[in-house]
């Protein structure tokens, strides 16, 4: 499999999201969402992003508390911690405002991956700890935050009004569709799928780009074997049965009848 980047219609949304927030005025909410379920490329998605534009990301731990959260964004920016934590978001603060309007430091970007961890501790309608360090964060430096979590990260988040009240725009990563099934394998593999092996696999992944790369791999390992880059509709209903089996023994479920 090649190590290419496709873009997809999340990664379109990523980007409308990202842009959003780039194009607000000085004084306007920056913070984004960007939420869907396990296995959907967000990961992937806002790694690349990163390491396209510069933006600092880092991903969340159940373990953080707010000082120690600061001390993670401040070496993701090569700053050095102090020993408060009102000092460390002071120097996270400016070390973002110094990054605003700077293209090759992604204009002062900073993306939180788990977001959903920064959620625990507190009932709703208080705010917990973590998320009310995000907003002094994103209220004292002026730059663009972006979370990203898991599925109903955006009805999570607005249950705490002085948060989602910051937040300017969210998108959900959508299940692929068979275009992009199509998309991925040529550009991933070099193979070519007709609709009726595309609409194979994404019914077998449902749409999950994990699983859908997963499937991939294996139709490209059977096309070698077979000398021919051009799937035959048997091959991706032999590799989604295979696929199905080997997810059953991993999880130590017997073995069913796959149709």
């Known amino acids: 499999m090649r190590a290419t980047f496709v873009q997809t219609r999340n990664v379109a949304r990523l980007w409308e999201v990202v842009e959003s927030l780039h194009s607000a005025s000085l004084g306007e ?56 934590g009102a ?13 605003l309007g700077v293209p090759s430091l992604g204009n002062g970007l900073l993306i939180i991956d788990e977001a959903d961890y920064l959620a625990k501790g507190t009932h709703p309608p208080r705010t917990p700890p973590l998320l009310d360090t995000v907003r002094d964060l994103h209220d004292a430096s002026g730059a663009p935050i972006l979370l990203v979590g898991m599925n109903g990260l955006a009805k ?13 725009m ?34 077998a992944t449902k749409g ?9 791999a294996r139709l490209e390992a059977l096309a070698i074997a077979e000398g021919s880059s051009r799937i035959h509709p048997e091959w991706s209903r032999q590799v989604t049965t295979e696929v ?7 999880s130590g479920t017997g073995l069913r009848r796959v149709k």
């Open 29 to 84: 909410p920056r913070l984004g969402l960007i939420y869907g379920p396990a296995g959907r490329g967000k990961t992937r998605a806002v790694d690349t992003l990163a390491a396209r534009t510069g933006a600092v990301y880092v991903s969340a731990a159940r373990v953080w508390t707010p000082n120690s959260m600061l001390k993670t964004i401040l070496a993701a920016l090569g700053c050095p911690a102090t020993n408060t």
């Open 170 to 203: 969210s998108e959900e990563f959508s299940p692929l569709v068979r275009k992009e099934v199509i998309s991925l394998a040529a550009e991933l593999a070099g193979l070519i799928l007709d609709d009726q092996s595309a609409e194979q696999i994404r019914r």
């Open 244 to 250: 199905a089996r080997s997810r059953l023994r991993a």
């Open 208 to 216: 999950n780009l994990r699983q859908t790369i997963l499937h991939l």
């Open 156 to 168: 999570l988040m607005s249950q705490f009004p002085q948060f989602w009240d910051r937040v300017r």
């Open 87 to 99: 000092g460390n978001l002071l120097r996270a603060a400016e070390a973002l405002s110094e990054r």
